[in-house]
């Protein structure tokens, strides 16, 4: 199977996104600063979407995730779960790895105050969707946050998305290339849900063992 597509170091697809990233190269020339790819195994049965790159989380080290606070919830129930193995530190060398796992987002390059556009995420829409066809053992599709679900909906080419509306640990049931994706939801993971209450760790965990009860 050939390669999914991924955009290239220097993508200049969006050029708000594209000037935002140069300028930051030159501001913090040692952060990755650059569209972050993909992390986790191709062959992974699930697949956990996030929005973008935070300027000092995935944009900083190169890895989804991986740097700021929205890691520290995802990393330690995918280790708690038995998705991954290691210690998440926040780093890409914490030896942190994936199992039956990948983590991407629906915008690859870091926006401007966390905020992409209508017209990047639709840009960025096909390297999403290349990546969904390119998972053979795909099953569960987990959507952080409502952009990232509308983003997968239209990934996965659901022309009545209206009827498939964002709802924490909700678990929608989406035909896509002859196969049945499970698509669930989730608030994002970032510090002001977690500060806030909006989502507890027993909220996060509740949606793990939906997932491993699809993949029994």
């Known amino acids: 199977m050939s390669e999914c597509l991924s955009p290239d170091k220097n993508c200049n697809l969006c050029e708000r996104l594209h000037d935002f ?12 600063n650059a569209p972050v790819p993909s992390f986790g195994n191709i062959n992974a049965q699930l697949l956990v979407v996030g929005l973008a790159p935070g300027l000092k989380g ?11 606070f929205a890691g520290t919830l995802l990393y330690g129930n995918l280790i708690k779960f038995g998705f991954a193995t290691g210690v ?20 690859r390059c870091v926006p401007p105050l966390n905020k992409p556009t209508t017209k990047e995420m639709n840009t960025c829409l096909h390297f999403l969707q290349d990546e969904i ?3 053979p053992n795909l099953k569960v599709i987990l959507s952080l946050g409502s952009i990232s679900h509308e983003s997968v909906l239209k990934a996965l080419d659901q022309k009545h998305r209206n009827d498939y509306k964002f709802e924490h ?48």
């Open 58 to 68: 995935a944009n900083q080290s190169g890895r989804p995730f991986t740097g700021d």
């Open 169 to 216: 640990n909700k678990v929608h049931n989406l035909s896509f290339n002859n196969k049945i994706i499970h698509l669930i939801d989730s608030y994002h993971t970032s510090r002001l849900n977690v500060n806030t209450g909006r989502l507890t760790e027993q909220m996060f965990e509740e949606i793990f063992l939906n997932i491993k009860e699809i993949l029994k």
């Open 133 to 135: 066809k390119h998972m």
């Open 88 to 107: 998440y530190k926040a780093r890409i060398d914490d030896g942190v790895e994936l199992i039956n796992a990948r983590i991407t987002n629906a915008v």
């Open 21 to 32: 990233i140069k300028n930051n190269r030159n501001i913090y020339p040692n952060f990755y």
